[in-house]
């Protein structure tokens, strides 16, 4: 079955450093998410991605924040400089039609800013 | 803003009995209602989709939709002890591409 990848699965980080976390979507599929869940708390939505532009991105994703699909292969969620409340799973999605029929989630990247 | 609600639990069901499951939404507008499954340290595992009124069945799982009292429930029938993770409601609001979530529901399947 195809999988949505991501890498690292686990980043350490200090805070004010940039990290860049990297997924795979699945090969057909056209939209592209990050989502993150703080530990012990609902997963949240931080951007959609669709046809190389944002196309929607909640008040989490401010301008610490960028994606980019550089290869048309990978998706990437860049945080320029990170804050010790950065620290959870995010998790990347992908989805092939804009209509709703629930995403693929990657295995996720835990981020420990210290 | 746009609330998801679940009772976080832990809710306990004997092996073999039925687990029911419940979500409410603010957003009269949400067109598209999931289901999704999270074990610990893992990520979401889409289980099941409903968009219309009634009951969609899958297997053991049985999504319920009522729009008009803006719940949505998931039934597992003949709960096993892999069942046992954090269930996690989630919305697709209208002319948004994103998903809202709920808490989850920490359910336990006991033999």
């Known amino acids: 079955e195809p999988e949505v990848t991501q890498t690292p699965s686990h980043q350490v980080t200090q805070m004010g450093q940039e990290v860049i976390l990297r997924c795979v979507p699945i090969s057909n599929h056209l939209y592209f998410y990050w989502y993150r869940q703080i530990l012990g708390q609902k997963v949240e939505f931080l951007v959609s991605f669709y046809n190389n532009e944002i196309s929607e991105k909640s008040e989490i994703f401010d301008d610490q924040f960028s994606v980019e699909r550089p290869d048309g292969s990978n998706f990437t969620l860049k945080i320029r400089s990170t804050k010790l409340e950065d620290s959870a799973m995010y998790f990347c999605a992908s989805s092939l039609a804009r209509e709703n029929y629930g995403y693929t989630f990657g295995s996720g990247t835990r981020l420990t800013v210290v | 803003q746009k609330e998801v609600e679940q009772n976080s639990g832990p809710l306990s069901v004997p092996e073999g009995a039925i687990a029911s499951l419940n979500c409410t939404y603010s957003?009269?507008?949400?067109?598209?209602f999931f289901w999704y499954r999270q074990y610990s340290g893992k990520s979401p595992e889409l289980i099941m989709f409903i968009y219309s009124n009634g009951d969609k069945e899958d297997g053991r799982f049985t999504a319920q939709l009522n729009k008009a009292s803006q719940y949505v429930s998931l039934l597992i029938r003949d709960s096993q002890p892999s069942d046992s993770a954090t269930y996690l409601c989630a919305v697709g609001i209208q002319g948004a591409q994103k998903l809202v979530f709920g808490q989850g529901t920490r359910l336990t399947i006991n033999p």
């Open positions: 957003d009269r507008g949400s067109q598209s």
